[in-house]
């Protein structure tokens, strides 16, 4: 992983800079620079801020579905710089001395999912063009625990939508897939959402309306981040959250 700076211009220089640089169609539009401006700022409350990545260490719950029991996790997550890559290692606990190790990934172009009984045995792993778009997905969706900008990795493009929103595009040639963000007048990010991140039912892949919401913001060093999340499934019988985390730790990687 290269030395990245994060550093933050003003929209003439440094975000016109990176419209050309990242938009295969040329410049972006106004309201797409504006918006973008308007996350920065609140994202990087301080100013200019020299990294690699960042890193966080998680406390949480989830569950495989809406009549399963909730399952307590810890885990870290690390973030790329320049790229929407990120590597979640959890550890789940099952019952009171039985715990699995999960890793969710996306990294250089192919998502990873696995799970190992007590860290050693494997228990199920996925791969595939599902697997890379879904995490994908979540590498996008979790803006605003990345580095800022990466806006700048080059399989990125951002659009603003007819609704007001922040859309983020991911295509490497191999996986294309979009989010949409929702911000409130500071450039606090409420919420991301899809209406297609694959979901396995049975041996069946289904693409189904997904969402995220953040909450409680907090300073770590030059970056303002959400300390809590919540992700849930829309699904044709009603909303199902099923992961949830609050933020013990946030560091940018320098």
């Keep these: 992983m290269g030395l990245h700076r994060c550093f933050a ?8 800079t990176l419209a050309m640089r990242s938009h295969p169609r040329g410049r972006m539009d106004d309201q797409t620079l504006a918006l ?4 920065r700022r609140f994202a990087m409350p301080d100013g200019p801020v020299s990294c690699k990545g960042t890193w966080l260490r998680q406390v949480g719950e989830m569950r495989l579905a809406p009549n399963r029991p909730w399952r307590p996790f810890e885990a870290e997550q690390r973030f790329n710089a320049s790229a929407v890559d990120f590597r979640w290692e959890a550890r789940v606990r099952l019952a009171p001395y039985v715990r699995a190790n999960v890793i969710d990934a996306f990294e250089e172009g192919r998502g990873i999912l696995a799970v190992r009984w007590l ?3 494997p228990v199920a792993g996925f791969r595939g063009a599902a697997v890379d778009k879904g995490e ?8 605003p625990w990345r580095p800022f900008p990466f806006a700048e990795a ?12 922040l859309r983020a595009t ?3 040639s191999k996986t294309r897939t979009s989010v949409e963000f929702d911000m409130d ?3 606090r990010v409420l919420g991301a959402r899809a209406p297609d991140r694959p979901r396995t039912v049975g041996k069946a892949v289904v693409e189904t309306p997904w ?3 953040f909450g409680e913001y907090r300073r770590f060093g030059g970056r303002c981040v959400p300390t809590q999340a919540e992700v849930t499934w829309h699904l044709p019988e009603g909303p199902f959250t099923y992961w949830r985390c609050r933020l013990t730790e946030f560091q940018v990687v320098e």
């Design 154 to 165: 080059p399989c990125l493009t951002w659009a603003a939508t007819l609704a007001g929103t």
């Design 185 to 187: 007048a500071e450039g």
């Design 36 to 39: 973008l401006e308007r996350l």
């Design 9 to 16: 211009g003003s929209p003439p220089t440094f975000f016109a």
């Design 211 to 213: 969402s995220g919401t």
């Design 136 to 143: 994908a997905m979540r590498g996008l969706a979790e803006q």
């Design 170 to 172: 991911f295509d490497d």
């Design 119 to 121: 860290g050693i045995v």
